[in-house]
């Protein structure tokens, strides 16, 4: 039997209506599948937690959480409680302690779904984002020096290693020959005003692509990408770029795809050595939190993500093909993609769906 112990942290805001959800299509999948079993560690935390305690997890948090084999995360954020305090408390942590170093942000333009983008089809819009995920512009380092006088000096330092820096590179390269539809791989720079990072990214780049002749590359700088984002999103196929870069583009992605409510992401340690995580790109959404309309298909597709990863490929197929199915026949949508239906709604519609795929 293939049992799995799960570390679930629901969040903030619509965080823990979402993976209710996610929840419930795992219960479903493991009922009917005498080989298959989930057990859930739940972890409360997140702003109640800071607001209770100072932290938004405890001292021994990782440490807890290390011992499973997998994360669904919900969202992290609060409208009271500054950004950089909430993240950096919580899921940035969570991403460096387990060397969580390949984040894979898909976007598909889906049956059913209609993308501001005229004139685009089911299937045109069909891209993965591999985004490096510890260091880049998020590592924190840097300071302050004088705060709060007429001489204050604050500094904000870019860290690219060239083990973090390959990683990601390769783990777009790979992914890209393992997809095998355009044979692209769009590396998204700025070398052109960052003339240490990001030259030494597109060094890097051109190094790992030759160990991949039969793969097409191209260079593009972040803010040509994300021109061409909204002007023909369906010329890309697999994209690598740096941690903040990635971030911007993925989103702008996500929206092109027809709604911030269908974008999962995957946050893999490769070695395995640590548990990866899983989560929806959208954030906390404190405008719609307890109010149950919040779309939970970008957190059930980050379940097939994590079924995928932990080496059960048929789940994984069957609540992708449920979440397609369930958008192409349109019973039951949030009001993001024009709908009126509930988050529990939309979850039980991809439970009855997974029964029949």
């Given at each position: 039997?293939?049992?799995?112990?799960?570390?679930?942290?629901?969040?903030?805001?619509?965080?823990?209506?979402?993976v209710a959800e996610g929840r419930k299509v795992l219960d479903?999948?493991?009922?009917?599948?005498?080989?298959?079993?989930?057990?859930?560690?739940?972890?409360?935390?997140?702003?109640?937690?800071?607001?209770?305690?100072?932290?938004?997890?405890?001292?021994?948090?990782?440490?807890?959480?290390?011992?499973?084999?997998?994360?669904?995360?919900?969202?992290?954020?609060?409208?009271?409680?500054?950004?950089?305090?909430?993240?950096?408390?919580?899921?940035?942590?969570?991403?460096?302690?387990?060397?969580?170093?390949?984040?894979?942000?898909?976007?598909?333009?889906?049956?059913?779904?209609?993308?501001?983008?005229?004139?685009?089809?089911?299937?045109?819009?069909?891209?993965?984002?591999?985004?490096?995920?510890?260091?880049?512009?998020?590592?924190?380092?840097?300071?302050?020096?004088?705060?709060?006088?007429?001489?204050?000096?604050?500094?904000?330092?870019?860290?690219?290693?060239?083990?973090?820096?390959?990683?990601?590179?390769?783990?777009?390269?790979?992914?890209?020959?393992?997809?095998?539809?355009?044979?692209?791989?769009?590396?998204?720079?700025?070398?052109?005003?960052?003339?240490?990072?990001?030259?030494?990214?597109?060094?890097?780049?051109?190094?790992?692509?030759?160990?991949?002749?039969?793969?097409?590359?191209?260079?593009?700088?972040?803010?040509?990408?994300?021109?061409?984002?909204?002007?023909?999103?369906?010329?890309?196929?697999?994209?690598?770029?740096?941690?903040?870069?990635?971030?911007?583009?993925?989103?702008?992605?996500?929206?092109?795809?027809?709604?911030?409510?269908?974008?999962?992401?995957?946050?893999?340690?490769?070695?395995?050595?640590?548990?990866?995580?899983?989560?929806?790109?959208?954030?906390?959404?404190?405008?719609?939190?307890?109010?149950?309309?919040?779309?939970?298909?970008?957190?059930?597709?980050?379940?097939?993500?994590?079924?995928?990863?932990?080496?059960?490929?048929?789940?994984?197929?069957?609540?992708?093909?449920?979440?397609?199915?369930?958008?192409?026949?349109?019973?039951?949508?949030?009001?993001?993609?024009?709908?009126?239906?509930?988050?529990?709604?939309?979850?039980?519609?991809?439970?009855?769906?997974?029964?029949?795929?």
């Amino acid at each position: 039997m293939a049992d799995y112990n799960l570390a679930i942290i629901p969040g903030d805001g619509v965080g823990p209506e979402v993976v209710a959800e996610g929840r419930k299509v795992l219960d479903a999948l493991a009922a009917q599948d005498a080989e298959l079993n989930f057990r859930y560690t739940e972890f409360s935390w997140g702003s109640a937690y800071y607001r209770e305690t100072g932290r938004m997890m405890p001292e021994d948090g990782l440490a807890e959480v290390s011992a499973c084999d997998a994360i669904l995360f919900g969202a992290v954020g609060d409208p009271e409680i500054p950004d950089h305090i909430t993240l950096q408390g919580l899921l940035l942590p969570m991403r460096r302690a387990f060397d969580q170093g390949v984040c894979i942000r898909p976007a598909y333009l889906y049956p059913g779904v209609t993308s501001p983008l005229a004139g685009k089809e089911a299937g045109d819009i069909d891209l993965v984002i591999f985004r490096e995920n510890t260091e880049g512009e998020y590592a924190p380092v840097g300071g302050r020096l004088y705060p709060g006088t007429p001489h204050e000096i604050v500094m904000q330092t870019n860290v690219f290693t060239r083990r973090g820096t390959e990683r990601i590179i390769r783990a777009a390269f790979e992914h890209c020959v393992k997809r095998n539809k355009k044979n692209l791989v769009t590396s998204v720079t700025k070398s052109n005003a960052q003339a240490f990072g990001m030259v030494f990214w597109d060094e890097v780049f051109e190094a790992v692509s030759a160990d991949y002749p039969q793969i097409r590359t191209e260079s593009l700088l972040v803010d040509r990408v994300a021109m061409d984002l909204v002007r023909w999103p369906e010329a890309f196929d697999v994209m690598v770029a740096s941690n903040l870069f990635a971030d911007i583009i993925s989103d702008i992605a996500a929206v092109a795809t027809g709604s911030m409510g269908l974008a999962a992401s995957a946050n893999i340690n490769p070695e395995g050595i640590f548990p990866s995580m899983f989560e929806s790109v959208h954030g906390a959404a404190f405008d719609i939190a307890g109010q149950g309309i919040a779309n939970p298909l970008a957190t059930i597709s980050a379940v097939g993500m994590m079924l995928d990863h932990l080496g059960q490929p048929e789940s994984a197929r069957r609540v992708e093909a449920a979440v397609m199915r369930s958008l192409e026949e349109r019973r039951f949508v949030t009001g993001d993609l024009g709908g009126s239906a509930t988050t529990a709604q939309v979850g039980d519609e991809v439970v009855r769906l997974v029964g029949e795929v």
